[in-house]
């Protein structure tokens, strides 16, 4: 399974085209357009997104609606382009790639920050929720939630979607939102921007995506490459994260258990894990266990107070240039980084198993299951 963006922030369209989804997969499109609709959400967004409605547009490897094994081509039309029109900016803002891209492609400010722009997330967010489409015909599910915002803890207290549903900030923990909000508001007003914490969760991963033998096919550098591929992500954690850094490894090491009386189609094959301090992936590979990815979002760079900068004709000091801009995009990112990891788990399944279409995908899955079992 792989994929390529294309798109500017305010050009005419973003595409992806996204290769090696099984064929036999039914095309939800209201699913996609549900997590395009919740990245475009959440307390702390800026005026473009009343601008933008984004729904997903299938121009190719589709048939009746479903998929043919044929690259799938994802369309989003930018409802506020007017690219051509838009001048230079005179002064790069620190902490967007204004100043090092311009110079490495030595190009206007524009060029670069047009590609660079977070608007690149709509597409892919697109490209996750397809690949979701084949995780979710073999029973996995992915959870994307905020667990901090602006230094405001809001630790889980439940796992019901219908509570992140409800919540302005995407968190499951109703008693936090309301400073959250408060938080958010106070930013706004001061000229400045919030970052946080985001964490997904899938459940129902077979033992065995993900390999020991290669660096580069571990599932947990697999997944925190994709992870902070995703603009203003700064760190990503895997279960335990940094934490482990900090205990001794009686406090780390998650212990085995054997229950034979749980059923035997359960994909752990009645090996138990009491604690998942190692966030469901061991030496690269999943455990069947929930995977458990964490990520840290900076505030937006682009501040309404304008940061110091220089005007880059004259080299004289000069604030940075303002357009408008989120005061907090947290909230979308726990949308974006929750199908940023799907489509990564997805891309792990169809290696491990044959997806040339979803029977097969079905069908090799069950007869890997058949050969563990015998362990
Ligand atoms: C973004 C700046 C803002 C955001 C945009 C990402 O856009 P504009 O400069 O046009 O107001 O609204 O995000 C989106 C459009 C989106 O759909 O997420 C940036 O600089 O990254």
Same mark, same amino acid.
Request: aromatic share 4%.
């Given at each position: 399974?792989?994929?390529? =963006?294309?798109?500017?922030?305010?050009?005419?369209?973003?595409?992806?085209?996204?290769?090696?989804?099984?064929?036999?997969?039914?095309?939800?499109?209201?699913?996609?357009?549900?997590?395009?609709?919740?990245?475009?959400?959440?307390?702390?967004?800026?005026?473009?997104?009343?601008?933008?409605? $984004?729904?997903?547009?299938?121009?190719?490897?589709?048939?009746?609606?479903?998929?043919?094994?044929?690259?799938?081509?994802?369309?989003?039309?930018?409802?506020? !382009?007017?690219?051509?029109?838009?001048?230079?900016?005179?002064?790069?803002? +620190?902490?967007?790639?204004?100043?090092?891209?311009?110079?490495?492609?030595?190009?206007?400010?524009?060029?670069?920050?047009?590609?660079?722009?977070?608007?690149?997330?709509?597409?892919?967010?697109?490209? +996750?929720?397809?690949?979701?489409?084949?995780?979710?015909? %073999?029973?996995?599910?992915?959870?994307?939630?905020?667990?901090?915002?602006?230094?405001?803890?809001?630790? &889980?207290?439940?796992?019901?979607?219908?509570?992140?549903?409800?919540? &302005?900030?995407?968190?499951?923990? &109703?008693?936090?939102? !309301?400073?959250?909000?408060?938080?958010? @508001?106070? /930013?706004?007003?001061?000229? @400045?921007?919030?970052?946080?914490?985001?964490?997904?969760?899938? =459940?129902? #991963?077979?033992?065995?995506?993900?390999?020991?033998?290669?660096?580069?096919?571990?599932? $947990?550098?697999?997944?925190?490459?994709?992870?902070?591929?995703?603009?203003?992500?700064?760190?990503?954690?895997? +279960?335990?994260?940094?934490?482990?850094?900090?205990?001794?490894?009686?406090? %780390?090491?998650?212990?085995?258990?054997?229950? &034979?009386?749980?059923?035997?189609?359960?994909?752990?094959?009645?090996?138990?894990?009491?604690?998942?301090?190692?966030?469901?992936?061991?030496?690269?590979?999943?455990?069947?266990?929930?995977?458990?990815?964490?990520? /840290?979002?900076?505030?937006?760079?682009?501040?309404?107070?304008?940061?110091?900068?220089?005007?880059?004709?004259?080299?004289?000091?000069?604030?940075?240039?303002?357009?408008?801009? @989120?005061? #907090?995009?947290?909230?979308?990112?726990?949308?974006?980084?929750?199908?940023?990891?799907?489509?990564?788990?997805?891309?792990?399944?169809?290696?491990?198993?044959?997806?040339?279409?979803?029977?097969?995908?079905?069908?090799?899955?069950?007869?890997?299951?058949?050969?563990?079992?015998?362990?």
């Amino acid at each position: 399974l792989r994929t390529l =963006t294309a798109g500017e922030s305010h050009g005419s369209a973003l595409t992806a085209i996204v290769e090696g989804i099984p064929a036999g997969v039914t095309l939800d499109r209201a699913f996609i357009d549900r997590e395009l609709e919740r990245r475009q959400g959440g307390y702390g967004r800026g005026k473009r997104q009343k601008l933008e409605t $984004d729904r997903i547009f299938i121009d190719s490897g589709t048939f009746k609606g479903v998929s043919t094994g044929a690259p799938i081509t994802l369309r989003l039309i930018n409802n506020d !382009a007017k690219l051509e029109r838009l001048s230079e900016p005179a002064a790069p803002r +620190g902490g967007h790639v204004d100043l090092a891209g311009s110079i490495s492609y030595q190009t206007g400010i524009r060029q670069v920050l047009e590609r660079a722009s977070a608007r690149e997330t709509a597409v892919r967010v697109a490209a +996750g929720a397809l690949a979701r489409l084949v995780l979710r015909e %073999v029973g996995i599910t992915v959870f994307g939630y905020v667990a901090e915002l602006g230094g405001i803890a809001a630790p &889980p207290l439940s796992r019901d979607v219908a509570v992140r549903d409800a919540s &302005p900030v995407y968190t499951l923990n &109703p008693e936090a939102d !309301a400073a959250i909000v408060a938080a958010i @508001d106070a /930013a706004r007003e001061a000229g @400045d921007t919030l970052g946080g914490v985001v964490e997904t969760i899938v =459940t129902g #991963c077979p033992i065995g995506l993900g390999s020991h033998v290669q660096p580069d096919r571990r599932l $947990d550098a697999r997944l925190a490459c994709a992870v902070m591929g995703v603009q203003a992500i700064k760190g990503v954690e895997i +279960g335990l994260g940094f934490e482990a850094a900090r205990r001794p490894g009686s406090k %780390v090491m998650d212990p085995i258990r054997y229950e &034979p009386e749980h059923d035997a189609d359960d994909r752990r094959y009645g090996f138990r894990r009491p604690s998942n301090n190692a966030g469901g992936i061991e030496g690269g590979t999943s455990n069947g266990e929930p995977i458990v990815v964490r990520a /840290a979002k900076k505030p937006i760079s682009t501040l309404a107070s304008r940061g110091p900068s220089i005007n880059m004709a004259t080299k004289a000091e000069s604030p940075a240039t303002y357009e408008r801009s @989120d005061v #907090c995009a947290v909230p979308a990112a726990s949308v974006i980084v929750e199908n940023v990891v799907g489509f990564e788990i997805a891309a792990a399944l169809l290696e491990r198993f044959d997806g040339s279409s979803l029977d097969s995908l079905r069908a090799t899955m069950a007869a890997v299951h058949a050969l563990n079992r015998e362990k």
